[in-house]
């Protein structure tokens, strides 16, 4: 049982490139989210999606893309990368809302952009 | 300003003593949810609450809801090494189910257990 699978696990970006962000989860989650943890602010949420084909912006959506084309995969698409987008960057899926247990989390890809 | 507060933002103990790290909002929260995190590892859950009042134990660590669910209370208890780490607290803010299970954080509070 893999849960959420996030990859890769680090990655240095030059300004300007791009890149995508890889996340996948085999509970069979509705709902998948991905947040980026900066140092002292918490996690802030990007992206996130209901459903496959159902995508919606979430608190710091700007410089990033998602898509959902399948249950399983919710890719975060980073372009023209920029040093403020220099995070840890956490894919999170759960059934249906919440339940009772929150969120299963990916293990994080942590990002440099020089 | 952040909509959840948690304090402290660090903490420093002897193994063995007890700490609480608290999660506070000006606004009602419709599920309270703390997490444990580890460095360069994802975000385990612990528990969630969601009722005012309600409490839940698991091993050392107590969690506590304030009766107008604004404020979360984390505590352990004997505190070991193993302890150590960020915990934070996230809160459903969407009354009725409307927040799509988007969580709010809070900065998080780093702790350290010495042996």
């Known amino acids: 049982n893999a849960g959420v699978t996030q990859t890769p696990k680090f990655r240095i970006l030059k300004i300007g490139q791009s890149m995508t962000l890889q996340c996948t989860q085999d509970?069979?989650?509705?709902?998948m989210y991905w947040y980026r943890q900066d140092p002292g602010m918490g996690l802030k949420l990007i992206y996130y999606?209901?459903?496959?084909?159902?995508?919606d912006k979430g608190e710091v959506p700007n410089g990033y893309n998602v898509s959902r084309s399948t249950t399983e995969d919710f890719p975060l698409r980073l372009e023209l990368a920029a040093p403020s987008q220099t995070s840890v960057y956490f894919c999170a899926s759960s059934y249906f809302q919440l339940a009772n247990y929150g969120y299963t989390f990916g293990s994080g890809t942590r990002l440099t952009v020089v | 300003s952040q909509e959840l507060e948690q304090s402290p933002q660090s903490l420093i103990v002897q193994e063995g003593k007890n700490l609480t790290i608290n999660c506070t909002s000006s606004k009602t929260l419709y599920g309270l949810y703390w997490y444990k995190q580890k460095y360069g590892e994802g975000l385990i859950f612990l528990m969630m609450l969601q009722k005012g009042g309600e409490e839940k134990s698991h091993e050392k660590i107590t969690a506590k809801l304030d009766e107008k669910k604004q404020q979360s209370s984390l505590h352990i208890t004997a505190s070991q090494p193993s302890h150590a780490g960020i915990y934070l607290c996230g809160a459903d803010m969407g009354a009725g189910g409307t927040s799509y299970g988007k969580l709010t954080f809070g900065q998080g509070t780093i702790l350290t257990v010495h042996p």
């Open positions: 999606s209901v459903g496959a084909g159902i995508t």
């Open positions: 509970m069979n989650h509705n709902y």
